[in-house]
């Protein structure tokens, strides 16, 4: 069983790590995750550049230090998220040969290039950082996507010389050191892919992340491009399908070779009413369902009776159908327990199948 070693302690894989972006997971605490069994979160370096800002985070002793979280932090570089803010509308910003230009609501312009994101990324003290990339959409034409590899490779290159730069002049050991990911774009053209893999293999990377939308206009996984891709992943690294967090689609991805997973669906989901409970002790089959349907109003047993979160343990189907009635913010955070733990236990069942 391949093990991701960080300097906040070794990850078993495959493993999940849920969307802390602005450094929080969503009703939750640092001990809530801890309960839930969660090896590692996923925050984003742009959204923190903005809020609360690199000075705040470094005077407060970095992610671990500001967030109380004391196991493994992973970086996104935010390539996605300005990217598809600027794909929705062009007046948040541009993305240029050299670097990314974001402009908010606020008018303020933020410029988001390689040698700022990684500089960002260890001032936060992460774990695993990511390379800052050119996300495109399976469906874009050939040429954005020729260009999105040109750029990602040309970026990625840049990110490992300041990455490289960083720890001479932080005097940071092998030992001690983060670790770096690369990431594979390419949209939906095989060549494309293998072209970026392989450049990104040469440079020389901790890890690889499938990178774009790894989904179709209608919402399907690109099923043969996420596996082509794994494929092209050095089977010695960890292999991270980025924003990929459906359970099917994780378990699909599994079967592939992907090992690392993130997502804002089982916080989301939970704020929606909606929870995952598996249909036995042992396999991977699970239904979801929805809280608020009034079948749950008298029922005594747990939201599920094969889980052993907090909220399985303490609370009632029945008392979490009133808490959402009344709207009090506590239904949000047991749900939001039971679905990490859902996908906790989901991670440990992979590893059994794949041991």
């Not at 989301?268 to 396999?283: G, I, K, M, P, Q």
Request: charged residues 25%; proline residues 5%.
């Amino acid at each position: 069983m391949m093990k991701l070693k960080t300097n906040h302690g070794a990850v078993e894989l495959p493993a999940f790590f849920p969307d802390g972006t602005y450094g929080v997971v969503r009703c939750t605490d640092a001990g809530d995750l801890r309960e839930c069994q969660i090896p590692g979160l996923v925050m984003n370096s742009y959204h923190l550049l903005t809020k609360p800002g690199v000075n705040v985070l470094k005077s407060c002793g970095g992610l671990h230090g500001f967030t109380g979280w004391d196991r493994p932090i992973l970086t996104d570089s935010g390539g996605f998220q300005v990217f598809s803010m600027i794909r929705e509308n062009e007046k948040y910003g541009e993305i240029r040969r050299n670097e990314i230009i974001f402009r908010g609501d606020d008018g303020k312009k933020v410029i988001l290039s390689p040698e700022k994101c990684i500089g960002a990324q260890f001032s936060y003290g992460a774990d695993i950082m990511m390379c800052l990339d050119y996300c495109t959409h399976p469906d874009d034409p050939p040429e954005t996507n020729q260009l999105s590899v040109e750029i990602t490779v040309d970026w990625a290159k840049r990110c490992k010389t300041e990455y490289l730069k960083q720890l001479k002049s932080r005097k940071i050991s092998d030992e001690k050191r983060p670790l770096l990911f690369g990431i594979i774009q390419g949209g939906n053209d095989p060549v494309l892919r293998r072209q970026c893999a392989d450049a990104l293999i040469d440079i020389g990377f901790d890890g690889f992340g499938f990178g774009g939308f790894p989904v179709d206009a209608e919402g399907n996984l690109i099923d043969d491009i996420l596996k082509l891709t794994a494929e092209l992943m050095p089977d010695e690294t960890p292999k991270y399908a980025m924003g990929l967090g459906k359970p099917d689609g994780i378990i699909k991805c599994a079967e592939w070779g992907y090992n690392l997973f993130d997502c804002v669906i089982p916080t989301r989901e939970a704020r929606h009413n909606r929870l995952y409970t598996f249909d036995d002790d042992f396999s991977l089959d699970y239904h979801r369902y929805y809280i608020l349907d009034e079948s749950h109003i008298r029922e005594k047993m747990p939201v599920s009776p094969v889980c052993d979160c907090y909220t399985c343990r303490n609370y009632s189907r029945a008392y979490l159908y009133h808490l959402y009635k009344v709207g009090d913010s506590l239904a949000y955070r047991l749900a939001t327990l039971h679905n990490l733990r859902f996908y906790s236990m989901l991670m440990e069942r992979l590893r059994d199948r794949h041991a």
